[in-house]
């Protein structure tokens, strides 16, 4: 299975490679989430984990910031969501 990967600045101004998780089309807000990681861990060796709004342009994935509570609903809803079905 061919993994789905983009690249992305972090904060150090460095670009840094990114898998891509899940990617949910919401119907509601007719908005698109991706659920990713940069394969980094956290201080308690665990994987850390992202979402985000997209844009796929040109075969391109474009990041677009959650910044309202329902947008950030829906990411944390749809993190869940994926965790549920990777432990069972």
Do not use: P, W
């Not at 299975?1 to 101004?13: A, C, V, Y």
């Amino acid at each position: 299975m061919e993994r789905m990967q983009f690249q992305k600045t972090n904060s150090d101004g460095k670009k840094v490679l990114c898998e891509v998780i899940a990617t949910y089309h919401h119907d509601e807000d007719n908005k698109d989430y991706i659920v990713y990681t940069d394969n980094t861990l956290d201080e308690n060796k665990k994987l850390r984990i992202y979402y985000a709004l997209y844009e796929n342009v040109n075969n391109e994935i474009k990041l677009i910031e959650v910044k309202t509570n329902k947008e950030k609903q829906v990411g944390i809803e749809l993190i869940k969501a994926i965790l549920e079905k990777l432990n069972s």
